[in-house]
């Protein structure tokens, strides 16, 4: 909800404007880190805060979103604090962190004024595919997209947030504001990852564990997660991002399994993050590959490769949470597969 309180000037006149952003946590530990507990085996998961927050601000100029301000704040750990949020909006109800800060922005003196607000959340600084600036359009933020192609961006996927631009509360997109009466204003908002978890487990039948035929016992000794997205994803549609073809190289997760993991050769469980994406002639489908290898092969030697193909709706707003559970009954014959996931 956004308000403004009474002026007789006719400029423009520059507000201190309380904000709150809030980002979705499942349980509080110390130090001020969300983490979340996966279960069975007991992995556990934690979030860094973001220290990067960027604030675009827009106000509706007779049906055409023009920019009022972009703010970029940088924050410590210590600002954000343990909460419960309560309101309409997706977890309420869940334990939060929540973020309040002041920002100055120039509002028109009438009293009346409604718009929009995106915001991003990053423990990293951004690289944007555009210069910020108050020259940017409507079509130009929602359109942002941010440079995720490093090993330290890939590495804290699960911990940047964004406003998603399709999210609407009562037909209304949820940063939306509309304000007539004389009121402090004030923004609120709840940010959401822009990354999909995606879990894997996998299990070996007990009769295949060990067998007097060794042709017929299986052991997992390698398994990776390949061709995960990399480069320049949307910020604000986390739902929309498009390959023109599967890709042949990218981002690998290496090593979920690896030949010295004795315990985990035949059950076992991990999980990591990763942009969601379609690629063009295919785009119902979020393509995930796992190249795998049995019974002492390596990274050098593993030849099988299953594509997991998740089906998804590019309109969401949420990305999803994907899971991959593996049960392996009998030794792998073939080098390729690909299986249609729900």
Not at 116 to 130: E, G, M, N, Q, R
């Amino acid at each position: 909800m956004l308000v403004c309180a009474a002026c007789e000037r006719e400029e423009p006149v520059k507000r201190e404007i309380p904000f709150t952003i809030y980002l979705p946590a499942e349980t509080m530990v110390r130090h001020q880190s969300p983490r979340r507990v996966m279960g069975d085996p007991g992995k556990t998961e934690t979030f860094s805060l973001p220290n990067y927050i960027y604030i675009f601000v827009f106000q509706d100029d007779e049906g055409t979103m023009r920019m009022l301000d972009i703010t970029e704040l940088r924050v410590q750990n210590h600002e954000w604090k343990a909460t419960h949020y309560v309101g309409p909006l997706m977890s309420e109800g869940d334990s939060i962190f929540s973020l309040t800060k002041r920002l100055n922005i120039m509002l028109p003196p009438d009293n009346t004024v409604s718009g929009c607000v995106y915001a991003i959340a990053s423990p990293l600084p951004l690289t944007f595919d555009k210069t910020l600036g108050t020259g940017l359009s409507y079509e130009d933020v929602v359109n942002l997209k941010i440079d995720l192609s490093s090993d330290a961006m890939q590495a804290n996927l699960h911990n940047i947030y964004t406003t998603p631009y399709n999210y609407e509360v009562g037909g209304q997109y949820y940063g939306a504001f509309n304000n007539s009466v004389n009121y402090v204003v004030n923004l609120d908002l709840m940010l959401y990852h822009i990354a999909s978890k995606v879990d894997i487990k996998w299990s070996v039948a007990e009769d295949k564990r060990i067998n007097a035929d060794p042709d017929q016992a299986v052991r997992l000794t390698y398994m990776e997660a390949r061709r995960l997205f990399k480069g320049w994803a949307y910020c604000f549609k986390p739902m929309r991002n498009t390959l023109p073809a599967l890709p042949s190289s990218g981002y690998d997760i290496p090593d979920i399994v690896s030949p010295g993991d004795e315990g985990l050769w035949w059950e076992g469980r991990y999980y990591f993050y990763t942009i969601p994406y379609t690629v063009e002639g295919d785009p119902n489908y979020f393509p995930l590959q796992m190249r795998m290898g049995t019974n002492g092969a390596t990274k050098e030697t593993a030849g099988y490769e299953l594509t997991l193909k998740q089906k998804i709706n590019t309109s969401d707003v949420f990305v999803p949470w994907i899971r991959g559970v593996f049960n392996f009954n009998q030794p792998l014959d073939t080098k390729t597969a690909v299986k249609t996931v729900d």
